[in-house]
């Protein structure tokens, strides 16, 4: 089928967008390059080097690959040019991977909080706006969060794919039973952003039965997948610095260039975690098997298993023999919290998880040690606040 994949050259798009061709979909990718001029903002570099968009599709063709195409073009910012393309290509899916994902880095100024706000929001919903619109029937798959959730009022429950069954209380005693979105609880502007995009889904879903389905995503960890792979043209990116570097990506190169690991706070903050390898596999399988005309929103928790930060930055000791350090938190988040996580609708799909296995962490720390001679080692600190209080603790150290 024709699948656009928004945000296709991102550290998930791009070897999703690979895994697409490869399966035999015609895939358009469509990106406005901002997480490359991020970079060049903040003065970082991907600790692996990559490829032009340019290069990594002549690279892709030349390894046998099935040819992509690629448009330059902002969802957020040129809805016109959206909308066209919609009308000439009519997709059967859109995969939209295409937000601002860096929590810490939409903490670092209003500037940035309003431009996540700004980026996100309008991104999400112009693509929802230009599908009514263009009049075309193609389903949304979309790359959410398990940070809609929040972390830490659970207490012990399991946390629903998405919906959750409530007794709403009626003035003649009875009840009904409704499914209702499970209540959004967003740990950071980011992360209310992906809360935003849950409504919009919801209304334009029940207005215009748009069919979407919406993949809560834990924290994913890896680098390349196999296709990737293939040739250094098409290696993925590797985020390490404080404000897009992810927390199990991070130890690991940490530990490959002999930094102490950076645990925030106590270390007892426990999270969803997905290999590179899985997340691409699951949104083949979320396209493949779409929501029925009339369907409600369909969420899954695109998750593996949960990990605390404190057990992974030991696991990482172990195998690495690197030290661990106990750093002020930047963050405004629980001390510690407990995370179980309901994720059947991809296992009942076919999904074999990929667990944090020994072998899969050394991976990542052999390619860290390859390229450890481009990592800034004064860009790893997270020095983006939650808080003001936060910001004075992380400049005292
Ligand atoms: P990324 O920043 O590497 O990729 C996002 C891509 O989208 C970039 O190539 C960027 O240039 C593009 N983009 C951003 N705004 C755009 C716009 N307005 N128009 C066109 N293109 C735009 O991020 P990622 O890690 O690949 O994450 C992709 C998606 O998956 C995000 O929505 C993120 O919230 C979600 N997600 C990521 C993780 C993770 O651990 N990386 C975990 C859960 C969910
Ligand atoms: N952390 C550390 N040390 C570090 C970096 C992070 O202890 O060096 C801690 C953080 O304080 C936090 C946890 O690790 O408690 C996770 O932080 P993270 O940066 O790995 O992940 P997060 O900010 O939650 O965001 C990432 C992606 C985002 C995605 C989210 C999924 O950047 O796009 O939505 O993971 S989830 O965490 O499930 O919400």
């Known amino acids: 089928m024709k699948v ?5 050259d991102g550290f998930c798009g791009w070897p999703c967008a690979v895994n697409l061709a490869d399966a035999g979909h015609d895939v358009v990718i469509v990106d406005n390059l901002s997480r490359r001029k991020i970079d060049i903002d903040l003065g970082v570099e991907s600790l692996t080097p990559i490829a032009t968009i340019q290069d990594r599709l002549r690279a892709w063709e030349q390894v046998g690959g099935k040819a992509m195409r690629f448009v330059h073009l902002d969802i957020a910012q040129e809805y016109t040019r959206l909308l066209d393309l919609l009308r000439d290509e009519r997709p059967a899916a859109v995969v939209h991977f295409a937000e601002q994902r860096a929590a810490p880095y939409s903490m670092k100024s209003s500037a940035t909080k309003r431009y996540t706000v700004d980026n996100n929001v309008n991104g999400t919903h112009n693509l929802l706006a230009a599908i009514v619109e263009s009049g075309v029937d193609c389903h949304i798959v979309h790359l959410g969060t398990m940070g809609v959730y929040g972390y830490g009022s659970h207490r012990g ?15 003649d005693g009875s009840r009904f039973t409704e499914k209702i979105l499970h209540p959004a609880d967003p740990g950071s502007v980011y992360h209310m952003t992906k809360t935003l995009d849950q409504l919009l889904f919801f209304y334009y879903n029940k207005n215009d039965g748009i069919r ?14 196999e296709l990737t792979e293939k040739d250094p043209r098409l290696t993925n990116r590797f985020d390490y610095d404080g404000d897009y570097g992810t927390v199990l990506n991070r130890f690991l190169m940490q530990a490959a260039i002999g930094y102490p690991l950076t645990v925030h706070g106590t270390g007892g903050q426990t999270r969803a975690f997905i290999h590179i390898r899985d997340s691409v596999r699951c949104v083949q399988l979320a396209l493949e098997h779409p929501p029925q005309s009339g369907e409600k929103v369909k969420i899954f928790n695109q ?43 991809f296992i009942e799909l076919g999904l074999k998880p990929t667990t944090l296995d020994d072998g899969l962490m050394a991976e990542v720390v052999d390619v860290a040690r390859r390229w450890a001679d481009r990592c800034d080692r004064s860009r790893i600190p997270c020095i983006s606040a939650w808080t003001t209080k936060q910001a004075e603790a992380i400049q005292a150290v």
Request: glycine content about 10%; proline content about 6%.
């Open 212 to 225: 979407v389905t919406d993949l809560h995503q834990g924290i994913v960890w890896g680098t390349n997948t």
């Open 157 to 171: 429950a399991t946390i629903p794919e998405g919906y959750l069954t409530v007794e709403v209380p009626q003035p």
């Open 303 to 345: 998750m593996t298993e949960s990990h605390q930060v404190g057990q992974l930055a030991e696991k990482v000791a172990a195998l690495t023999g690197a030290e661990i350090s106990h750093l002020p938190n930047p963050r405004k988040e629980a001390i510690e919290n407990d995370l179980i996580v309901d994720n059947r609708c």
């Open 4 to 8: 656009f994949v928004l945000g296709g």
